[in-house]
């Protein structure tokens, strides 16, 4: 017979999701982790600056974590999407969770770790290159195409940043203002630092005849070389369920809303936590893991409360008989 009821469900078997299995699984707590098995980073042949993990495929570390996760007996992964939940304030069960195959699973609590979706500026050909030779992080992907040819597609003003700290990497950077709108003071620090701006349009991002990346073509027909693409992605919080549950929300600095959570990822809807780039778009691996496990204690701490104070209450009428 199907488990149905949990102390907690984890929505997302990313880094986040995981981290914090591991501390609930560890705390004897029944846990199931449902996985949309989409993780943000699986574009990426290789991860980077993850102690231990360094230039390592980020699929590995998820496969890693599972296989580590099977030696707690109460601790569930099963593939699955969830769209919605309700609170269900008045029985033993804090929420009821509806799955996208129309299956529905009852928990204590609740922790969203189900990341984000990278929505890419409008150029053909950008998407194809998506993690092969076109980047969204200098930390990640700087390193490996340090001193190359490095072209930056600004979208906003905040890719000025990206090319300055590109310019740290290579003496060859390109910012293609295309619709950014850059101020003058960041075209001029810019400059000063010896990064081209070139004003003309991007048409679209060519590949050689294996597909690699080749360079990035103008309006005009000018088809300039680089060997990587840096892009500022819109992104997207993957949230149905916070959206369903009323979780505050907030713009955040990098462009969309995001939900807000406390040092500890506790949204504003008791019984619900939130880790990862659900939180924050900036959440790298370990930041993620790190959040992971902090909601996953938290979360454990939470229910040992609450069952001390059932404890307590069952006990006071014979005390005071």
Avoid: K
């Avoid at 004003?199 to 073509?217: F, H, Q, T």
């Avoid at 939900?259 to 880790?275: E, I, K, L, N, Q």
């Amino acid at each position: 017979m199907q488990q149905n009821s949990w102390d907690v469900i984890i929505v997302g078997g990313g880094s986040a999701g995981l981290s914090a299995a591991l501390m609930l699984g560890r705390s004897r707590r029944s846990v199931l982790v449902l996985d949309e098995g989409a993780p943000r980073n699986r574009f990426a042949g290789h991860m980077h600056g993850v102690l231990g993990r360094d230039h390592t495929s980020p699929l590995d570390l998820l496969a890693d974590g599972r296989a580590e996760l099977g030696r707690y007996e109460n601790v569930t992964i099963r593939t699955g999407v969830a769209i919605g939940a309700r609170a269900e304030p008045e029985g033993p069960a804090g929420f009821e969770l509806e799955l996208a195959d129309g299956a529905r699973r009852r928990t204590r609590r609740l922790l969203v770790a189900s990341g984000l979706r990278d929505a890419l500026p409008s150029v053909p050909g950008l998407a194809e290159q998506w993690g092969r030779g076109a980047f969204l992080c200098p930390y990640c992907d700087g390193w490996e195409v340090r001193d190359r040819r490095i072209a930056v597609i600004a979208t906003s003003a905040a890719q000025v940043h990206q090319a300055q700290l590109m310019r740290q990497l290579s003496t060859d950077v390109t910012v293609f203002a295309h619709d950014a709108g850059l101020p003058v003071d960041a075209r001029d620090g810019l400059v000063a630092r010896g990064v081209v701006v070139e004003e003309r349009p991007v048409a679209a991002v060519v590949a050689d005849e294996r597909g690699s990346l080749r360079g990035i073509r103008l309006v005009d027909g000018t088809e300039i070389a680089a060997d990587a693409i840096f892009v500022g992605p819109a992104p997207e919080p993957n949230d149905p369920v916070l959206r369903r549950l009323g979780a505050e929300r907030a713009p955040h600095p990098m462009g969309g809303e995001f939900v807000v959570v406390d040092a500890m990822g506790r949204t504003s809807v008791p019984g619900v936590w939130a880790a990862g780039n659900v939180t924050d778009p900036r959440s790298s691996v370990p930041f993620a893991m790190a959040a992971g496990s902090m909601a996953g204690a938290a979360i454990n701490a939470d229910l040992v409360e609450e069952e001390v104070r059932a404890v307590v209450a069952r006990r006071a009428p014979a005390a005071g008989s």
